[in-house]
């Protein structure tokens, strides 16, 4: 069992405050479920880092939403399901493509500028997976960014909605079943104040569990942080075993750890994949080439870069409009030209790196888990709609599809909800002895990397289990006065639990793949 709690503490002995409602979480779900809640209650939004530091910022593709005349939310659904390999929730799903139009409408009316055509309709692409062009974008490439920086607009204007940012959620504080609060610390790290935020309802939208990869397209401070501390706390988590991996991240000799992405756009906007020999390849893996879901994706692009030799493979846009593309996709054609790379005339060198998780805490379909007044939200969360492989651009739609159903279920019931300041308190049983915790870092990263990763077996997979047990209980053992610290004791429990759901998983499904599987 892990610890219950990371640190030391005394709620008797630190400051306090007192909230309706704390989100752990800037994103697009913890951003969107805070401007859902009723302006009447206290919310406070809890930002890592700068609120330009998450995944959402980054993301580049869109959302999928079924808008167009020649769309339903019908063929938006069997898409999910395809691409999720049958292990969907097919009621969460149904919730996903029924009420995606609605929050996109939303959005726009929060002052979301998303790309239009000509006649002022909203610009439509396609991705991996997709049978139809339903993709919303905005800025080209630079979706997140807008929808962002629109909901945080919203939220600075609101009276009820404080943003605390540099503020790191340590644990959940549970009484009698009930999530009554959250710890978190404050300032720099090494030297971090403890709080307590009280409040009603607490809504876990803190995103997925990159750094639990050496080469990942997420942001530094993603180490499934809300996950872990909803471990301890005893939340039910699911699915841990499906981690997703993009197939197309830039790639450069010279530079591991986080990579820059090249958008599932380009593919859907025709971009076409070559192996080392220029041979296009992705036909004799699947009748979708390189639209088919990103699975298979990478395993294709993995095949082909064992079979050649070769680290990477292409990525060829360069038969598309050289004005076209720089419009289109500005952030991709600055970012590859700083690396020597113009996308209008050069091929792309790409490698698949981690990119998403679908695993997390298990809730229903108003975000609810199996602690009371303890919500989930985007990546963070298991909805089920994700299935065994997120299909393109239904992150985004996730989290704000259930983190205004969050939203919605705490304005109908948070009246009935007391603020409570308990006493809880733990002493650490740490030896006082202190860990590198980047050697350790390192350490677990090139274990997952190396047997976790896109084809994992049964073997390996034990190996590097013990390795991480013998690491956890190391770290247990340690100091956690320091920020860094407690983020990699939560690395090292997330990493714990892939590998045991995907020792646990025997036969392939969706992102987990097996070459021993049964």
């Keep these: 069992m892990p610890l219950r709690y990371l640190t030391s503490f005394d709620t008797r002995k630190i400051e306090s405050e007192k909230w309706d409602v704390v989100v752990i979480g800037s994103g697009v779900a913890g951003l969107y479920s805070a401007v859902n809640l ?16 998450n995944n959402s910022y980054l993301a580049q593709g869109g959302i999928a939403a079924a808008i167009g005349e020649d769309d339903m939310p019908e063929y938006h659904f069997m898409d999910t399901i395809k691409a999720g390999a049958g292990h969907c929730n097919e009621e969460a799903v149904t919730v996903l493509v029924e009420e995606a139009p609605k929050d996109i409408k939303l959005l726009e009316k929060l ?38 920086d629109s909901l945080l607009r919203v939220c600075r204007d609101r009276e009820n909605i404080t943003i605390k940012e540099n503020c790191f959620a340590i644990d959940l504080l549970i009484s009698e079943g009930r999530c009554v609060g959250v710890l978190v610390a404050t300032g720099i790290d090494t030297e971090a104040t403890k709080k307590v ?20 397209t997420n942001s530094e401070v993603v180490t499934g942080d ?62 979708m080439g390189e639209i088919a879901p990103r699975d298979i994706v ?55 790196v981690q990119h998403y998780f679908m695993g997390g805490i298990q809730t229903d379909l108003l975000g609810r888990t199996n602690i009371k007044c303890l919500h989930a939200c985007g990546e963070a ?27 919605e279920y705490i304005n109908a019931n948070i009246k009935d909800i007391k603020l409570e300041e308990v006493h809880i308190s733990n002493v650490s049983g740490a030896s006082g002895k202190t860990l590198n915790v980047m050697d350790v870092r390192n350490e677990i990263k090139t274990l997952m990397d190396a047997h976790a990763g896109i084809e994992r077996n049964g073997p390996d997979m034990e190996k590097s289990l013990n390795r991480i047990n013998e690491i956890i209980g190391s770290l ?43």
Aim: net charge neutral; with cysteine.
């Design 197 to 216: 935020l009280y409040c009603r309802s607490v809504i876990c939208a803190s995103g997925g569990v990159g750094q639990v990869y050496r080469n990942t």
């Design 38 to 53: 009723d302006p009447g209650y206290k919310v406070c939004v809890l930002s890592k880092e700068t609120m330009d530091e």
């Design 226 to 287: 809300g996950i872990s501390m909803a471990y301890r706390a005893g939340a039910v988590l699911s699915d841990m075993e499906f981690v997703q991996f993009h197939p197309t991240a830039f790639y450069t000799p010279e530079y591991t750890g986080n990579r820059f992405l090249i958008s599932e756009a380009v593919r859907g906007e025709g971009g076409i994949l070559l192996n080392k020999n220029h041979e296009r390849f992705m036909y004799k893996y699947n009748e």
């Design 381 to 407: 969360a298991n909805t089920g709609v994700h299935g065994a492989n997120r299909l393109a651009s239904n992150s985004l739609l996730e989290g704000l599809v259930f983190g205004r159903r969050s939203a």
């Design 476 to 518: 247990e053992d340690a100091e956690m006065g320091s920020v860094s610290a407690m983020e990699t004791l939560n690395i090292a429990y997330i990493a714990s639990l892939i590998l045991k759901g995907a020792i646990a998983r025997k036969k392939n499904c969706g992102s987990h793949y097996r070459t021993d599987s049964e």
């Design 298 to 352: 990478s395993r294709a692009i993995f095949s082909e870069m064992k079979k050649t030799g070769s680290e990477y493979v292409y990525l060829d846009i360069t038969h598309k409009d050289s004005d076209y593309l720089k419009k289109r996709f500005p952030t991709i054609y600055k970012s590859c030209l700083e690396h020597g790379v113009d996308i209008t005339k050069d091929y792309i060198p790409v490698s698949p």
């Design 111 to 148: 002052g979301t500028n998303f790309d239009r055509e000509p006649d002022g309709t909203l610009t439509r692409t396609r991705e991996g997976g997709h049978g139809r062009f339903r993709i919303v974008h905005a800025l080209g490439d630079a979706t997140g960014k807008e929808v962002v």
